[in-house]
């Protein structure tokens, strides 16, 4: 579904991205951690045609986004890290216009936003200005917005962030099954007791690059790591394990 | 246990601020030197042209036996009393974000800090953003009278004395104003607030008006007397007023009169009013910060989809929502639409300015002067409809910053983005243009050539200036600002007034001589013809003015398709 072949991003003289190439097959949910400032949040901006890579491609669903960007967007459903919406439109009609960036209008659309609403607790705030929302409120309007053109493939940045538990959970479990229906996610996340339960695979970036990638399995057995757990995981391949000296950070 | 506790200074609090400001005078220098060229050489011709004109008058008013001074001070003190309007409505608004909706203040109200210093720091803060152009209009102004009247190597410092007080008044009535405002009004119903802001605007403008009465000035045969006209100049614009005490202590250092009065009212009013805002700042500060935090406006203003969903149903989904989207955020968001309130101000003091020039008072006037006034009218229209379209087509792409990544992750064409926002800025600035200039023309009496002349030649600029100011706001978004009122005032805001006017004088320029002629002919009892003169005249103009929206739209449209969006914003 996602083909990345030496994707590289540099910012002037800084390589954000450098030379990542991954495969992330139709119904897999495939996640990639790391530390800040890795470079997740830029790869999944270029995957989903906002940021132009410097070198390399990008193939969605087998459409190749630099030389038919429109076919490929048309594919994904994006939701990033920052719930910034139109403060001055309803929560109604971000979703329509939404919907109408995908050319797609007419009764099913109203439909479709209804039972986006009703299950993400949205409902009652349908008529209201996005201004007056909670910032998970308006996190899972953004989840609305990108799941309301029926996408093949999501790319969510940090999706937990914001969320109450109850609203958490109903994400987990909604791409599990969108999954589970042929659907493909590719989520970043910071939170890797998350990561671990749901991902089916996961890569690790670091300084830009794929430090590690397969399932739980595969990754101990990269890193010769029987047994441990993914944050253990994660601090040894990202240099994280280190001993703070807490004590003086916290002397008063 | 850490040392006593000691409270940030004013410059401390103001940091972000002006380090932000080097930072994109870094990023604008190591961008594109061509940028910066251009800013510096339009800059240039700018302050030169507004320095030559003020030279010029200023050197002949000086000259006029017995009343020259006086009129030198009476000139300054209109335009010191324009400027200091335009002050007071800026700082309102200005006051408003700085004081009560700008990101900072969060991170301001949660810190220790004192009341008096967070009320300098957003002072000085609202001073320079509301300020800068007119001090930089100023700027030459009184250069030219320093050179004229020979101030001296002391002048710029007593110029600087003089215009000082002059910035803070009405800054510190702007902080009073609002804080009172936003305490009296619920939380967040900007919509009132800047609707009494309005208001106040169109009362201002016709109280300056009243007091300027320049016409009077400009004909002295108009008095009963020479004695009525000498005692008219005398007479203060208003003896109460700060911008009478400015001038008068300009004038009074140019021509050596030694009067405290100016002196002492203008700071101590300035320092009264400075006083009285500390004190309404201290007790009314926190309460009304408090009130424009509880939850946003919920209700929701529906804008009327019937006609226009009907006249735009053929169109594709996502280019009509597009359009639909737009309407609906310009209309719901406050300090977007109260700006039509202040261009009707603008029009009604440009309507009734031609319906007061003597043309119509029976006397007679020289078939030249019909001619200038007409093209000073094609001018006047032009400058307001570039105005109407840096107000409100410049801002279009910077307010969809940081909503860009839903509009590029989709597959809207970013063609369509900018040929929606073209044509929803530029069908009502058409309407704008014929009706001004059908309805100038008419009060002028202008003849149907002259009429025809200048509708063509007006909606072509409409056309071409809608394109440029679109194509500048994409080369120089504002995608942070936080009042959709300040982008224009930004920049490129004003790089692209500044191209846009001169563009406007490229073509007054080429169209004048031919048309001129063909009146005179007219004039002199022979038919009107298209000489081969006027027809190149006529091409060179068409083809400039298509070029002219044409070429910018194709830029735009590169341009945007290469913008890198980040996680924070777009590059």
Known sequence: MIRLTDLTKKYGKFTAVDGISLEVPRGELFGLLGPNGAGKTTTMRMIAGILQPTSGSIQVAGVDMLSRPLEAKSRLGFIPDRPFVYDKLTGGEFLRFAAALYSQDGPTVERRIDELLEVFDLAAWKDELTESYSHGMRQKLIICGALVHRPELIIVDEPMVGLDPKSARLLKDLFRQFVGRGGTVLMSTHTLEVAEVMCDRIAIVFRGKIAAQGTMAELRQQTESADMSLENLFLKLTGGHRAHRLDTVLER | MSAERTEPGVWTLLTPKWRGALARLRQERSGSWAKLLLFVIAGGLFWTAIFGIAFRVLSYIQKVADIGDLLAGKVLGIILLTLHSILLLSNVITALSTYFLAKDLDLLVAAPVGWLRLYLAKLGETIVHSSWMVALLALPIFTAYGIVYSGGPLFPLVAIAAFLPFLVLPAAIGAIFTVLLVNVFPARRTRELLGLVGLGALGAAVIVLRFMRPEQLARPEGFRSFVDYLAELRTPTSPLLPSEWTAEMIMNWLLRIADPWPVVMLWGTALAALTAGALVHRRLYHSGFSKAQEGAERKVRRVLRGPLGAALQSMPAAKREFIF??????????????????????????????????????????FSLVIVISFLNLGLAGFVLAAVAARFIFPAISLEGRQMWLLRSSPLEPSAMLWSKYWTGTVPLLLLALAITVLTNWLLQAGVFMMAVSVCTVLLYTLAASAMALTFGVFYPQFGSENAAQIPTSFGGVVYMMASLSLLALVIMLEAPPVAMQLR???????????????????????LLCGATILPLRLAVQRIERMEITSGGVE
């Not at chain 2, 007219?522 to 068409?542: C, E, F, N, S």
Request: net charge positive; aromatic share 10%; no cysteine.
């Open chain 2, 325 to 366: 989207k737009d309407l609906r955020l310009f209309f719901r968001d406050n300090t977007q639409w109260s700006q039509l309130i202040l261009l009707a101000v603008l029009l009604l003091i440009y309507i009734f300015n031609i319906k007061s020039l003597p043309i119509h008072s029976g006397e007679r006037i020289p």
């Open chain 2, 521 to 543: 002919a007219y004039q002199r009892g022979q038919d009107l013809d298209l000489t081969p003169q006027m027809l190149i005249t006529g091409a060179a103009v068409v083809a």
